[in-house]
Every structure is written in structure tokens, then in C-alpha cells.
């Protein structure tokens, strides 16, 4: 068993670089599988037998994978929105605290 169905398998070194390979170890993930049917599929791989898939939903799965790849999805605004929001108020208090000393060692 390995975590992440795109993470280098630490037994037989595969590394599911290629979109098919990508599609072919999301359809051997959690995400499809239950945890009895992955241990038969680990057990299958280990003793050679290569597992059998439905090559139209290896190619439909890997063009979806290919299309995400080169066109990603836009980052919400909202993380950004906060993310201004809460550097303007570190600034805001880092101003205070500067005029806080300030006017504490001048008066």
C-alpha cells in the first residue's frame, strides 16, 4: 500500500509519471477501491500478474488529466482577498507599535 495514487510505489519503484499512468493508479487508489480489493490488486502486482484495465477509461481519464495539467483551475480570490487583508493589518500594527515607542520616548 502506498499514499497517493501519483506517489512513487516504494516496493517496485514505479512512478506514475505519464497522464495513462496517472489514470491507471487513480483507478488502483482508495478513491475506486476498497481496502480488501487493493490488497488482492498489491497481491496480484507482486507476483507479476499486471492488472487488467478498460483501456477507454484509462485514455478518457488521462485526457481529463491532461486537460487539468495544462489548464488549471484559477486559485479562488477569496484566499487573496484575506491574504491582503491580513499583511495590511501586520503593517497597520507594525506603524502603531513604531509610533507607540516613538512618542513614548518624546514626551
Known sequence: MKL???SPCHKCGFDPASPEDQARSILL???NLD??????AGRRI???DAPR???AVIAETAAQIDQILKNPPP???GCLV?????IGI???LFVAVIYMVWYLKHS
Open 35 to 40: 481496502d480488501g480489493s487493493l490488497a488482492e
Open 46 to 48: 507482486t507476483r507479476g
Open 82 to 86: 484575506i491574504q491582503c487583508i491580513l
Open 75 to 77: 486559485k479562488p480570490r
Open 29 to 31: 487508489s482508495s478513491h
Open 4 to 6: 497517493g495514487a501519483f
Open 53 to 55: 484495465f478498460d483501456e
Open 90 to 92: 501586520i503593517i497597520a
